[in-house]
């Protein structure tokens, strides 16, 4: 099987950038699945019913959260209306909505599932025993994809080495910046410690430059940060799952960027 994984979708200009690249990648890789983490993906932050019902429109199987899933008025409400549309299954308390689906497939369900780390996040359930807790309600039938929304590469490359061989493939989302290690770990599972994102080429992490440099030299006068606008980049990864042994055989990253 092939999925198409595409990381953090910034406001508007990561919808429009997947507008604009998405169709070409799908003709290109015709994947069995994609999934894009759109917790930030509603204009100024989190996700809502707009830009939710834009991604799953423009092909998305299945949206994965993070630390802004509710961050918007009503976020509540449209993650338990929406079953593909996850949160992280380990935040505290009694959440709202679901932290993971299977995805029924002809041979076989592709299990996807959120979490969030906890180094420098808001705080969580320890993801590693989340994860373990998860894998132990896995059907025969479960290849299982992990995107692990988190700031530090150490737990994300913790988590990626303590689940080799227990599950296909783990990606990394959250700082916006793509990684250059896509790599097949001993055991079989899929590696890449963050996807990047999809919006604004010339700005940081997705916003515009000028507020974000203004408010490190000066953060006692803030500026308002604002988005950032074309041209844009699309960034993710491209696994090949071998559906008998569930292993990962091949990861292409992608990453391209739009001159307007």
Known sequence: MKLLCLGDVVSQSGITALE???PRLKQKYRPDCILINGE????????????????????????TGGNHSFQRKGSEELHEEMP??????????????????????????LRVISLQGNLYMNKC??????????LKE???????????????????QAMGRYFDG?????????????????????????YL???????????????????????????ENRMKITDAGAP???????????????RCTALELINLREID
């Open 20 to 22: 604009r690249v998405l």
């Open 40 to 63: 930030n993906s509603a204009i100024g932050n989190g996700i809502d019913r707009t830009s939710a019902e834009a991604l799953f429109a423009l092909g998305a199987d299945c949206i």
């Open 84 to 109: 593909f549309l996850l949160r992280p299954a380990n935040w505290l308390g009694n959440p709202f909505g679901r932290g993971h689906c299977r995805i029924e497939l002809p041979r076989y369900d």
């Open 125 to 134: 359930e320890n993801p590693f025993l989340a994860l373990d807790a998860l």
């Open 138 to 156: 896995s059907t025969p039938r479960d290849i299982t994809i992990v995107d692990f929304h988190g700031e530090a590469t150490a737990e994300k």
């Open 166 to 190: 227990r599950i296909s493939l783990l990606f990394g989302t959250h700082t916006h910046v793509q990684t250059n290690d896509a790599q097949i770990l001993p055991q079989g599972t899929g």
């Open 193 to 219: 410690t963050d996807l990047g994102m999809c919006g604004a080429q010339e700005s940081i992490l997705g916003k515009g430059i000028e507020p974000c440099v203004h408010n490190f030299i000066d953060p």
């Open 232 to 246: 844009y980049i699309v960034c993710g990864l491209l696994a090949e799952i071998d559906e008998k042994t569930k």
